[in-house]
């Protein structure tokens, strides 16, 4: 038991911002004698770990958060502290002060700094191969236009690298890509290759393997350049097999809160992709480093723009940052949609810049697939949910009857769902996807003649929220309720085989579910929709509203999209771009990482 009792003082209270986390630490670091400064850094970069930043800036924008700005005397008095050293030291004190002033948990400044190093390590390890046009010419079923260029340079450049990045938005053609990228892997390998497929959630990790699968199929099967069969065995090792999500990959231990998997248990890989790691946080990055043999080549596929990841860190962003001020062949990205129709792109354009007018035009331009609905408050959220409502009501496909041989109209049902999101910025409040789901259920109850006290009704939508290895439904996977020919009701899910198929559970089966009429922004990465419609909360200082976050819920649209939002709700968030906090991309650009000669 500890010798040292925590007693509250008015230091405690300097901060209104605090979570009772970054008012615990305050009182840990005044029980271990530390200064009453000290006790409020650490709070206050406690508060700036929870939300996304991996360190404190102390020079010009640690006040973000509402911390008073430090003098330089403040600054001197922080670095004499002893418990805070500048990093290079081994003394692995509880805090860090580095030389840009930037104020550290340790445990992020040791994440920050192996990922530099491994990064770089990996980078320097390039022995680059070189291949044959026609080899390309093979996987790419004789396309040689501008459109697939990138796609070609991606399956060109990735042998004899150990680290690769694809980034590119969606529809840009990352998972075919992909697929291309290990049949070369593979064919210029003498020995068959161990490849794992992982992603950060259940549900993208499915979506991956689907992906894969299919893709091999399309290859094979291509009706026109057909993949020659001395190519086949390059697709014999593709990881389309199981799921993984890089908790299961790398064995996490809830018990000990660790991971089997690590640099003295590596992983039996030679080939370790990891897809949408724009939602890899810095501490899951190192372990993931730390588990891959250095001889094994890791290849990171996501959209660099879209939102980061929920835990501290913005890896992927910073990543692609320093590759692109410093490339060596190791990183392409994919700008050509072959999906969303050109207006949509034009606006994902305009979001990624930033600009308001730019913006305008963009929903100008597309007429009647884009809009901005201007939502101030309650009154006209109201009114656009009744309106959102009837359209869904107006699906017929929603309320078809359905038993185990009617596949095809199952599958047409799930298909008329994913005609229509709508995404929330937020999970809460008035605003939030709880609360619009509930709206939404109720005009639809009513519009479909169920009683409001129906929690199942045919054509409810719902999305798993906790993975299910056993029934093999993942977190984010989206079922429809149906009612069969005896009028029982079963919930509906698509199984993602290369051959379209269903399977249904009865509405007790269900692993943790919720209603999906409406999702968060978050809940969407990855997923795509016909038609899309983006609430905003109507507060320009929500702390929630950002670029990124605009981005990935526009880009989830392939034929039209609606942004409900006040316009200056929606100049916030486009003015508003995700800079999180921390030293990765400076330790990145750091490394000496010269092309190897």
Not at 528 to 550: G, H, K
Request: charged share 25%; with cysteine.
């Amino acid at each position: 038991m500890t010798a040292y009792a925590f007693r509250r003082d008015a230091g405690e209270f300097a901060g209104d911002a605090w979570r009772p986390l970054d008012r615990a630490v305050y009182r840990w670091v005044i029980a271990h004698r530390g200064s009453t400064l000290l006790a409020q850094v650490a709070a206050w970069a406690s508060l700036a770990d929870g939300n996304g930043d991996t360190a404190l800036p102390l020079a010009g924008i640690a006040e973000r958060y509402g911390m008073p700005p430090l003098s330089e005397d403040d600054l001197a008095a922080l670095r004499d502290e002893p418990m805070v050293d500048d990093g290079e030291s081994r003394a692995l004190l509880p805090f860090v002060l580095d030389r840009a002033e930037r104020f550290y948990l340790r445990r992020n400044h040791a994440h920050e700094c192996e990922v530099a190093a491994l990064i770089a390590a990996r980078r320097l390890a390039t022995q680059p191969a070189l291949v044959d046009e026609s080899e390309l010419d093979v996987l790419f079923n004789g396309q040689h236009g501008v459109a697939v260029q990138a796609q070609r340079d991606a399956v060109r450049q990735v042998p004899g690298r150990r680290l690769f990045v694809l980034t590119g938005g969606p529809g840009t053609g990352k998972t075919t890509t992909v697929l291309r990228m290990l049949a070369m892997l593979q064919r210029r390998s003498a020995a068959p290759l161990s490849m794992m497929a992982a992603a950060p959630t259940g549900k993208a990790a499915q979506r991956l393997v689907d992906a894969l699968r299919r893709g091999r199929q399309q290859l094979v099967g291509h009706s026109t350049h057909p993949l020659p069969a001395d190519w086949h065995n390059a697709l014999a090792t593709l990881p389309d097999t199981e799921a993984l999500t890089l908790h299961r990959l790398l064995g996490f231990d809830p018990q000990h809160n660790t991971f089997r998997r690590n640099a003295r248990h590596p992983l039996a890989a030679d080939v370790v992709v990891v897809d949408e790691a724009s939602m890899v946080d810095l501490a899951m990055l190192r372990a993931l480093l730390d588990a891959i043999p250095s001889e094994a080549t890791l290849i990171l596929v996501g959209d660099a723009d879209q939102l980061t990841s929920v835990a501290a860190g913005s890896v992927l962003m910073d990543l692609v940052a320093a590759m692109e001020a410093r490339p060596m062949g190791d990183l392409v990205r994919l700008r050509h949609s072959f999906r969303a129709e050109q207006h949509l792109v034009e606006i994902n354009e305009a979001v990624r810049g930033g600009a308001v007018a730019a913006f305008g035009e963009a929903i100008e331009h597309a007429g009647l697939y884009a809009s901005h609905r201007r939502v101030d408050g309650p009154v006209q959220l109201a009114q656009e949910l009744r309106r959102w409502g009837m359209r869904l009501s107006g699906f017929d496909e929603l309320q078809a009857v359905a038993g185990e041989d009617d596949a095809d109209r199952v599958l047409a049902a799930l298909d008329t769902l994913a005609r229509c999101q709508l995404l929330c910025a937020l999970r809460e409040d008035a605003f939030g996807a709880v609360q619009v789901n509930r709206v939404l259920e109720q005009h639809l109850r009513r519009a479909w003649g169920y009683p409001d006290s129906s929690e199942w009704y045919p054509g409810r939508a719902v999305i798993v929220t906790r993975n299910d290895y056993g029934a093999r439904l993942f977190n984010g996977d989206v079922g429809l309720c149906l009612a069969g020919p005896d009028g029982q009701l079963r919930v509906w899910f698509e199984t993602g085989d290369a051959a379209r198929s269903v399977r249904s559970f009865a509405p007790g089966a269900l692993p943790s579910h919720e209603s999906a009429f409406a999702v968060t922004v978050h809940k969407s990465q990855g997923s795509e929709y016909s038609r899309v419609a983006v609430l905003l909360p109507p507060e320009p200082e929500n702390r929630i509203l950002s670029r990124q976050l605009l981005y990935t819920g526009v880009s989830r649209a392939r034929q039209s999209v609606e942004v409900w939002a006040s316009d200056e709700a929606l100049a916030a968030a486009l003015g508003r771009p995700v800079r999180r906090s921390g030293g990765l991309a400076d330790r990145l650009l750091a490394q000496d990482v010269a092309v190897p000669g």
